[in-house]
């Protein structure tokens, strides 16, 4: 990793330099919370010219005491550093500094993957296996468990010690990437990241419950709907055992219910035993599905989120699928084949 031409990229600030920092669209807890204690560890250097966001983010109302863009999922809506982030449309669009997070590729940061052009120095802090190497400064780690692991990495460098507010972000992602710490690359490296954060003070049992406990009770019953038709096809593809479920923009609207209370919705169809590999497959406009799929080990999944135009993980992958259900499960089922 380029360790040194990003923490040089940092001092080599001018002063008054402006600094943009920028995360997958649609952020999960890896994106928001890598970006967020980045942001607060900048700040903590003296950086006052900051500014955070991703693609899609608008101006909040100020409803409810959160001012921050409505297109943060309730769950995240406490994180230190929210102050920091501003509608896409009011980014810098030459910052002197340009950091993305948990982005394997430049299309994941939408219209503002532009600042890779523009900005004085861009660096890339990520972990997908899939990274397309875009960008000038690579702080690329596929073996870290989250991004966060390599943002912690670079805070060391620069010599921002932790705090209880960088603690609860980066842990917020490590939790999140690492399916709270069962996932197959929790590593000792990563129960001793998790200690430091702690030792700052914060409360796992408060942030885990905020951000993996609380949902309406609405999602609850959309889940019985999603749930109930789930379909499995133990011999998909070539022997692959297959379970998938879909969720349409109605599902969502008839329980009143906001597309994040999906994201874990692959965590309750993957567990069956039957399959090897599980798909969920998430409405997102007409005729646009974001999918997500899990392996147990067998199946490569990146391998066919790539080839359909998406990326991730070798056991946790994702695109955007076209077409309709069936399109996009047939467009899986002929990868599996092919895999
Ligand atoms: P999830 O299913 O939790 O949304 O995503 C699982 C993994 O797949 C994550 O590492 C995420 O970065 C990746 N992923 C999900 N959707 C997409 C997508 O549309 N494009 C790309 N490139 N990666 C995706
Ligand atoms: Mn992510
Ligand atoms: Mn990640």
């Excluded at 919705?265 to 497959?281: G, N, W």
């Excluded at 899986?332 to 084949?337: F, G, N």
Aim: glycine content about 12%; aromatic content about 6%; hydrophobic content about 45%.
């Amino acid at each position: 990793a380029d360790w040194a031409a990003a923490v040089a990229a940092v001092h080599g600030l001018p002063a008054g330099g402006t600094v943009l920092l920028v995360c997958h669209v649609n952020p999960d807890g890896d994106a928001l919370g890598s970006m967020l204690g980045m942001a607060l560890g900048l700040r903590r250097l003296g950086i006052t010219q900051l500014q955070a966001t991703f693609p899609g983010a608008t101006a909040g109302s100020g409803d409810d005491g959160y001012a921050g863009p409505p297109e943060v999922p309730e769950p995240f809506r406490w994180l230190p550093g929210l102050d920091l982030l501003v509608p896409a449309a009011d980014a810098y669009p030459a910052p002197d500094l340009f950091l993305c997070f948990d982005a394997a590729s430049a299309s994941r940061l939408g219209g503002l993957a532009d600042r890779l052009g523009t900005a004085g120095a861009a660096v890339v802090l990520d972990h997908h296996a899939s990274n397309t190497r875009f960008g000038g400064i690579h702080l690329v780690d596929p073996g870290a468990a989250a991004t966060s692991v390599v943002a912690e990495g670079l805070l060391n460098r620069l010599e921002v010690p932790l705090d209880a507010e960088i603690a609860q972000c980066l842990y917020v992602a490590l939790a999140t990437d690492t399916g709270s710490f069962r996932f197959d690359m929790t590593t000792p490296a990563v129960h001793e990241m998790a200690a430091r954060l702690i030792a700052t003070g914060i409360s796992p049992g408060v942030i885990s419950r905020r951000i993996f406990d609380t949902r309406p009770f609405g999602a609850v019953r959309l889940y019985g709907d999603v749930l109930q038709r789930a379909k499995l096809e133990p011999e998909a593809a070539g022997g692959v055992g297959l379970v998938w479920t879909y969720a349409t923009l109605d599902d969502l609207a008839r329980h009143g219910q906001k597309p994040y209370v999906l994201e874990a919705l692959i965590d309750s169809v993957r567990c069956a035993a039957e399959a090897d590999v599980s798909c969920v497959v998430k409405q997102a406009g007409p005729g646009e599905w974001a999918v997500s799929m899990r392996s147990k080990g067998a199946v490569d999944v990146s391998r066919v989120a790539v080839a359909l135009g998406g990326g991730g993980h070798r056991l946790a992958a994702g695109f955007t699928g076209r077409g309709s259900v069936d399109d996009v499960i047939g467009s899986i089922r002929a990868e599996l084949r092919g895999a």
